[in-house]
């Protein structure tokens, strides 16, 4: 089979080499539910990439289906990503492809740190989930596995977002917080802490009130 185009005739080599890709339990429900959220799920991967560009090990807290975790993979040297659903976590192991080496297994970091020090942490759509009266075991889990000179990236729906949200998000999400609220806690554990806006896909430094995503760029441990 040939392309009637022959610079197409690429795609051959990558099924060769990767097979056809499989999504993940989440982008899959995404994708077939409402597909631009799939976008808005991987803009938000792509701004941790871009952020994270050339650290050594990279720890991602709350994997879910990893499928987004390639985008960071592009751009870091090693990532290990965790989950504390085994659900999850054997469907990433079901398709990895060993072209993209990943280190994923199941964690509870409410139970205790990850083993070992990286260089950077990040977790997305994870502390809104996180009981209010935990998320101080849960941030200082994290903050066990970074290094003194690391940065974390933390994601999360806002609260004014929340009219806004499905039945199956409000089920889950039980500690969403404002803007300013997010950065008063976050700097409980960091000297410098960077909040961001993000509206569908377009990352910025806009009004918090409106946005319906935040993210904490954290560096200066405490």
């Known amino acids: ?27 899959n429900e995404s994708w077939n539910q409402d597909p631009k959220r799939t976008l808005f799920t ?49 469907d990433v192991q079901n398709r990895l492809d ?19 020090e990286f260089d950077a942490v990040y977790s997305l ?3 809104e989930h996180i009981p209010p009266e935990r998320e101080a075991e849960f941030l200082k889990n994290a903050l066990a596995s970074l290094k003194e000179t690391g940065v974390m990236i933390l994601g999360m729906p806002s609260l004014e977002s929340q009219i806004y949200a499905s039945p199956q998000s409000k089920a889950g999400h039980i500690n969403c917080k404002s803007g300013n609220d997010f950065r008063v806690l976050m700097r409980q554990y960091f000297h410098q802490v960077f909040l961001f806006s993000m509206n569908d896909e377009v990352v910025h430094t806009g009004f918090y009130p409106m946005a319906h995503y935040l993210m904490a760029l954290c560096c200066g441990k405490r």
Do not use: S
Request: hydrophobic share 45%.
């Open 42 to 90: 991987l803009a938000r991967y792509k701004f941790v990439a871009k952020i994270l560009a050339d650290q050594n090990r990279v720890l991602e807290i709350g994997c879910a289906d990893a499928f987004g975790t390639r985008l960071v993979q592009q751009t870091v040297q090693h990532i290990t990503a965790v989950d504390f659903d085994p659900v999850f976590v054997q």
């Open 1 to 27: 089979m040939q392309t009637k185009e022959p610079q197409y005739n690429l795609i051959f080599d990558v099924i060769e080499k990767h097979g056809i890709t499989q999504l993940g339990l989440m982008i």
């Open 98 to 116: 060993p072209n993209w080496p990943l280190d994923c297994f199941v964690h509870d970091l409410l139970e205790c740190p990850v083993p070992g």
């Open 125 to 127: 759509d994870v502390l």
